[in-house]
């Protein structure tokens, strides 16, 4: 068994700047009088519950709602306190990423249970189809921590970030650290397969 990198989002203290890694992937903030509201649309409930509970680690309410679809969505409570990464992920009426935006440990473990998916032996980082702009600078944002993508399906309606090579993988496990309780939860995550 490998040791977990100090980056580990195991062991990093949870925060409400986390939330960016729901954004990431196809998650929303909207703001309104009461406060932001984060949100994320999911395929599984699996991920919906692991959701909450990593998004009730950072101090924010939550609760699972279900989608006109039939989809679970993961949200937080309104809160003022999320208005600046509202202010942050937002140009105009758009969702964009920030700057310089490096993800932190756990914001990639919250991407990576919103829209993870293995490939074979790569992994696939899900992005928002509805936000394209956010998929360049979302790649250049894993290369400043180390796990260099690749962007697919950009003419889809699955864009993706595809992260392949042990050593690449090894360093996105060390970073998001175990799967969580979820029974289904392991075939999703990120594994270093067939090297």
């Known amino acids: 068994m490998g040791q977990l990198s100090f980056f580990s989002a195991q062991i990093d203290q949870p925060a409400y700047d986390d939330l960016a890694g729901l954004l990431a992937a196809q998650g929303q903030a909207v703001r309104s009088d009461s406060g932001t509201r984060v949100s994320v649309v999911v395929a599984e409930m699996w991920r919906a519950n692991a959701l909450t509970q990593e998004m009730a680690a950072t101090g924010a309410g939550t609760e699972i709602v279900t989608s006109d679809e039939g989809n679970p969505i993961a949200r ?3 809160s003022h306190q999320l208005d600046e990464l509202h202010r942050r992920w937002t140009s105009g009426a758009v969702k964009a990423m920030p700057a310089g935006w490096v993800p932190s440990p756990r914001a990639l473990r919250l991407w990576t ?3 993870g998916r293995r490939d074979g032996e790569r992994y696939l980082l899900g992005l928002d189809a509805h936000a394209p702009d956010t998929h360049a600078p979302l790649a250049t944002a894993l290369m400043r921590v180390g796990v260099a993508p690749t962007l697919v399906g950009t003419r ?9 090579g042990r050593r690449r993988l090894t360093h996105l496990l060390e970073y998001v650290g175990d799967p ?4 289904e939860a392991d075939s999703h995550w990120p594994a270093v397969l067939g090297f």
């Open 76 to 78: 937080t409570a309104h």
């Open 113 to 115: 249970i919103a829209a």
């Open 156 to 164: 889809g309606t699955s864009p993706a970030l595809r992260i392949a």
């Open 180 to 183: 969580p309780p979820e029974p």
